[in-house]
């Protein structure tokens, strides 16, 4: 799932024009300043990232064989593993890994969590806040290194949130951004990984089987992109692919049954919004395409086999894609006290969440229910971000 942020209408980004695309000051950016009760709360538990003692020879627990012993810590609640990484080198490297999140899945001990970026209500600071599936929040997340940025994505991969790209103004000029930053859920930390072959921003971004692709976006000078490169975690290393066919920007990326999809925005081989959908089949390393998609889109998520968009232009109303067979079904959102609520999305136990984009009392978060029966997809709940809500993205760790 990536940063709906870059899915505004070129009309309302800041900063942007058709064409080719300016960069200025940005009004909405990830955090490197916010303060709150919860960021000091991990600032003071900072030490407990830095790298243990210890070496990789030892056992992970005397007396037991590693795979028992994994199984073992594995079963620990997530909430623990950050004081976890600190006691040795091979309990925080597994604590890392892929493997612990294989082990927890086994185990059906997988938690679900929801990182939503808000902002409050002077659009002046922003931070991540981290909710359950009952809806209570457990932490804010501590600051990411870097600086201030806007226009970048975020995706989550192999339970670790990353956040891409964007650009970033200093002293007036604008500079787009090639630098990957990963924040791990289990031991609330960030880390650095290797930079994109290419800068951008506003680009598409999804995961594949295990792999993370960034196509289209602007770059320097505001120049369109059609260039795409992918990401493997085992080697922290990006690899040009095949470029689209024609650059493509304001897009987002999803993946269905190991594709590649990449819709929305616009493109230099069209007037106004594209409603191309560009498909690349990592096995065969080419690009299709297919011309029945959406455009203008503020909010996208994936449940299952389905992608849900809201259209800058039909906000009250869902579109659903089926990639079976190419096919969209519109699905009216119900009036909740208002005809002009814009949304963001989050998904929590495979349930769409509609957060409002504005604040109104009494207002509730909508629920829709993919899976419940004809007529009772529609509920609302509890949950709510403490501001407005700027991206989410669900976690499992």
Wanted: neutral net charge.
């Amino acid at each position: 799932m990536i940063y709906d942020l870059c899915n505004y209408s070129i009309e309302k980004m800041p900063g942007f024009v058709t064409g080719k695309k300016r960069i200025t000051e940005p009004n909405t950016c990830f955090p490197n300043s916010a303060k709150h009760e919860g960021l000091n709360r991990s600032k003071r538990k900072h030490h407990l990232t830095s790298p243990a003692q210890g070496n990789y020879d030892s056992p992970i627990l005397p007396g037991l064989p590693d795979d028992v012993a994994k199984y073992c810590l594995a079963l620990v609640p997530r909430s623990n593993f950050p004081a976890m990484g600190g006691v040795c080198k091979r309990w925080r490297s597994f604590i890392q890994s892929k493997e612990l999140i294989t082990v927890r899945k086994i185990a059906g001990l997988l938690e679900e969590w929801l990182y939503v970026l808000t902002m409050d209500s002077e659009g002046k600071e922003s931070h991540w806040e981290v909710v359950d599936y009952l809806g209570y929040k457990h932490r804010y997340l501590p600051l990411m290194p870097g600086p201030e940025k806007a226009g970048f994505v975020v995706v989550v991969l192999n339970g670790k949130l990353l956040v891409m790209g964007g650009y970033s103004v200093v002293d007036g000029t604008g500079s787009p951004l090639a630098d990957i930053y990963q924040y791990d859920s289990c031991l609330n930390g960030w880390s650095r990984l290797a930079n994109m072959n290419v800068a951008r921003y506003d680009f598409a971004c999804a995961e594949v089987n295990g792999m993370v692709y960034a196509v289209g976006g602007c770059g320097m000078d505001g120049d369109n992109l059609s260039s795409a490169e992918v990401y493997d975690p085992d080697t922290d290393k990006w690899t040009l692919i095949e470029s689209l066919r024609r650059p493509r920007w304001g897009c987002f990326a999803c993946g269905f049954e190991g594709k590649l999809y990449v819709m929305g925005g616009r493109s230099s081989f069209t007037i106004g919004n594209s409603k191309f959908v560009d498909v690349y089949n990592p096995e065969k390393h080419t690009w299709s395409q297919i011309k029945n998609g959406c455009v203008m889109v503020t909010a996208h998520a994936v449940i299952g086999n389905k992608l849900f968009c809201m259209e800058w232009k039909n906000q009250r109303k869902l579109s659903i894609f089926n990639p079976e067979d190419n096919s969209w079904k519109m699905v009216p959102v119900p009036l909740t006290g208002s005809s002009n609520i814009g949304f963001r999305f989050g998904i929590l136990d495979e349930k769409l969440l509609l957060f409002s984009l504005q604040e109104e009392p009494g207002y509730r978060t909508l629920l829709y229910d993919p899976n419940a029966t004809p007529g009772s997809e529609w509920q609302t709940s509890e949950i709510k971000p403490s501001g407005l809500c700027l991206c989410s993205v669900t976690v499992k760790a």
